[in-house]
Structures are given as structure tokens and as C-alpha cells.
């Protein structure tokens, strides 16, 4: 029994030092760690643990304010585009308005004459005109810039002189008579074109007659021209005239405007409608005489308006400056103009400015020499 006790006992002690041996106790692991360093965890692991949450809540409060700067940053950019868009689109809107406006009595006398019981000569139009070079009417860089120039004052028609005080042609015409006379001077290369191409561009083209005084035709062909017993009758100026008794010079008149008519003229102003008053008299002159006749043989198809000449200088006295003040003045005594008249407008003044300052105190009909 002992022998075997201690037997027993040798294999428990011998079990228990093959089952607990601690030898290796706080020895190291051969593998090396692995995973990746995590930047805020220290936030979690140092201190007592009582403001690690507040550092985490006001990390992403940060980060949530560089998100909405962002968003309101990338708001403010797109709304700032907006805002442009909307600008330029008022703004050619606003110019296509002004455009419309300013282009509408020429395009309701181009709509009224085309009914067939359309009467040109009935329509009420107010013409604010520029008075252009007929050598301008070339079709090309001129008229380009004479289109722009009516466009930025603000003008909707423009006139050019068909036929000058001096009998000279401003236009490029095929009358056989004109071309007898070697009346054409200074035109310009493309008259019909130019024509159309102001029509197109919400200009209405308007042609400016001298009727009586002519020192062309009534010297290349006397038949035509007031005389007296010294032969063709000159005024002081030794300017002569055409008969308006003449059939032959009331003919020439009238074909000029029936050329331009045909090239798409309606609207014709006419001036050097009275004679002399030392002869004026012994003639049926005047404006009215001569407008009923081509009304007549027109059958209203046509416009004709009659000229007033005025001056505008707008100079103070006091200050020798030119002044609005005064500008304004001198248009309040402008003579009231009748039916089928326009006021010719001279003066130095800028034509844009000179435009604001006449339609801001009621001048409708004008044209800006």
C-alpha cells in the first residue's frame, strides 16, 4: 500500500509540472503585430475619459461647418450666375423692346400700304430721323455704321437727299433725264440694296426733295424754269428755279419719286417749295399745291411731309456754355407744326442727347441734320 502511495504521488507530481510549467510566463510573441495606426484613437485612450467625447463632437462639428461653408460657397456661385443670366437677358430684351418701339411707325406704314385700300398719305407717323449722307447708301461699311448710329440714338428712320437745293441727285438713278442732265453726284454704289437693307433693319428710309430750286435741270433744259426777260430767272444768290406751272418740271418731280418709289420708298419730305416772294405770286408754288398733285397721280400710295426748318444752339448767355436749360427753352418755342410736317432740326449738339432732350418735352416728328 505505501509502495503504491508513493507511486501516486510521483505521477501527480509529475503531471502537474508537464500541465502548469511557467517558465515561458511574460515571454513575448514571435509573430509581429499587424493592423494600421488610427490617427484620432489616442482621443480615446488618454486622460480620464471625461472630455473624449466632447473633443469627438467638436471634431465633427468642425467638419460639419467646412461642409455647409462649402454647400453655401458653391449656393452663392451658382446664384451669382443666375443673377447674370437673368441681367443679360433684360438687358436684350430691354434693347429688343426699344428696338420694337422705336421701329413701329416705320413698320406700320410698310403693313398699311400693302392692303389694297391702303392710304400712305392718311397715316399719322412720328419720324425721329437722322440725316444721313446719301453718299452713305453703299450697301456695305457705311450704311453698316449709319444703321448703327440710328439704332444707339434711338432713331427709327433715317433721310438722305434724293434730289439737293443745288438740281444734284443724291440717289443711283436710271431716269433717262437725270442722266441727260448729269445730274447724279455723290451717290452711293448700292441704292436699292441699301434700301432694303434699312427696311430689314427696322429703318425706315425716307427721302428728302428739294422741289423748285435747281440749278441743274433748269439750266440744262430752260423749258422747265421760272423766267423773266433776261431769260432763266436767278435770285440774288444766282440761284435759279423750276416752273411749278410747267408740266415738264412738275414731270421730272414726279418721276424722281416714282423711281424711288419702286425701290421701296413710301415716305418722301419735300422742301424748296416756295419761290421768291419777289415772284412766288405769279405762280402756283407752295407745299400744298404741289402735294395734292402727286397725292392724285399717286392715288395715296405715298407719304409726303412737309419741312420746318429751326436752330438749336443752347448757348447761355451768361455762362457761354451750351446748357440743357437753354436747349430746352428754344425747343418750347419751336412754331407748332400742321398736319404732314416735320421740324429739321439744326444744331451742334450731340444727336443722342439732343433726342432725349426733344422727346422728354413732346417733339415726336424731327429730323436731326
Sequence with gaps: MKKEANKNRKDAKKKNKRFYD?????????????GRYIDFADKYSEG???NKYKDVAASVHRVALKQTEKKNKRNRTIAVILLAVVFIGVGYIGMDVRMIRNAEPAETAIKNSSGADSSV???????????????SLDNSA??????????????????FDAKRADGTIGYRSSLA???????MSNVGNDSTGSIKKLIKNDI????????????VASVQNPSMAVSDTNGVYKDKDGDSFLNPDSDDAY????????????????????????????ISSNYNDGFDALADKLNTEFDGKIKLIQEVTVDIKGVDSESDKVTDAKIIEEIKAFPALEDNQIYAVNS???HKHLYELLSENGVNNFILE
Excluded at 22 to 34: A, I, L, Q, V
Excluded at 121 to 135: F, P
Excluded at 177 to 183: F, R
Design 177 to 183: 433725264a437725270i442722266d441727260t442732265y448729269s445730274a
Design 142 to 159: 457705311m450704311l453698316d455704321s449709319v444703321i448703327s448710329s440710328a439704332h444707339d440714338v434711338g432713331c427709327n428712320s433715317v433721310v
Design 48 to 50: 480620464d475619459g471625461s
Design 251 to 278: 414731270g421730272y418731280i414726279r418721276d424722281i419719286i416714282r423711281e424711288l418709289s419702286d425701290l421701296g420708298i413710301q415716305v418722301f419730305i419735300l422742301y424748296g417749295c416756295d419761290l421768291p416772294e419777289s
Design 204 to 215: 425706315l428710309p425716307v427721302a428728302r426733295i428739294s422741289c423748285y430750286a435747281d440749278n
Design 348 to 350: 451742334s449738339v450731340e
Design 22 to 34: 511557467n517558465k515561458n510566463r511574460n515571454s513575448h510573441w514571435t509573430e509581429e503585430p499587424k
Design 121 to 135: 398719305s392718311q397715316i399719322s407717323l412720328e419720324l425721329a430721323a437722322e440725316k444721313i449722307e446719301s453718299v
